[in-house]
């Protein structure tokens, strides 16, 4: 894994969106994996930027996030279908029929998870995934103790999790209790990954990830046995290295 430290949070996000818009300028067809959060915005706005002032297009790439809640409808505010239309794909040329995003209402969620991995396979496999991490180490929504194994599944959430994510919502009761998740296993087929780290919430997870080792206790250690992962963090995120 390769550190690129940033004095700040902005500096992260616009060192990670040059990576991206430069192999999207070498590929534009590229196969770009997504993700939700707090983390990648910054980034989200900096290719938003770059669209608007340097024309960088969209128009041949396909987009498969990682994971979505269950139960949510794609058109309430806290699915993570209507996070990339406000954050991302609103606002670049991006045909929305090339964006992916599993879908946590279908009627049959196993069906779903098989369909959506061999969708991925189908399209050639992911080219780039972005990734942020948790405080406990998961990776898309694999929390600890899932299987590196593990294809696109449902998962319980962690209770750290739905409270990490309850500021989104009006309330902890209101956050979804599963979601459905690239596996840890989709997720390393990916060519190149870039993980985001920010923040001093993020510290400790990051000195574990550098300095500990691959367990399936903390997910995110597997990126270790990956040949092509960048890791951006910000000053307060390496605080513990
Ligand atoms: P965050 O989430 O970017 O909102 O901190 C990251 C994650 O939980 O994977």
């Not at 900096?46 to 041949?60: A, F, G, S, V, W």
């Not at 406000?86 to 599993?102: K, R, W």
């Not at 593990?150 to 919502?169: C, D, G, M, P, Y």
Request: aromatic content about 8%; hydrophobic content about 35%; charged content about 25%.
């Amino acid at each position: 894994m390769k550190l690129i430290e940033t004095n700040s949070y902005e500096e992260l996000s616009q060192q990670a969106a040059w990576k991206i818009i430069s192999l999207i300028k070498d590929n534009p067809k590229l196969n770009l994996g997504l993700a939700t959060g707090s983390t990648p915005t910054g980034v989200y706005k900096k290719l938003i930027e770059d669209h608007q002032e340097n024309k960088t297009t969209y128009k041949e790439i396909n987009t498969f996030n990682l994971d979505e809640y269950i139960g949510i409808p794609k058109k309430d505010p806290n699915s993570y279908h209507y996070f990339m239309c406000e954050n991302l794909f609103d606002h670049i040329d991006i045909p929305l029929e090339q964006t992916h995003i599993p879908d946590g209402t279908a009627k049959d969620l196993e069906e779903e998870s098989k369909r959506y991995e061999s969708f991925i396979q189908e399209h050639g496999g992911i080219d780039l995934q972005i990734l942020g991490i948790g405080q406990n180490g998961h990776i898309g929504f694999n929390e600890p103790g899932t299987s590196f194994y593990s294809r696109t599944h449902i998962i319980n959430l962690a209770e750290s999790t739905r409270k990490a994510n309850s500021r989104f919502f009006e309330s902890l009761e209101d956050v979804p209790s599963q979601a459905i998740t690239m596996g840890i296993a989709s997720i390393m087929e990916s060519k190149e990954i870039l993980l985001l780290v920010s923040g001093t919430s993020k510290a400790e997870a990051l000195a574990r990830l550098i300095n500990g080792d691959v367990n399936e206790q903390f997910p995110a250690s597997i990126l270790k046995n990956h040949q092509n992962v960048t890791i951006f963090a910000d000053k307060d995120a390496i605080a513990l290295l």
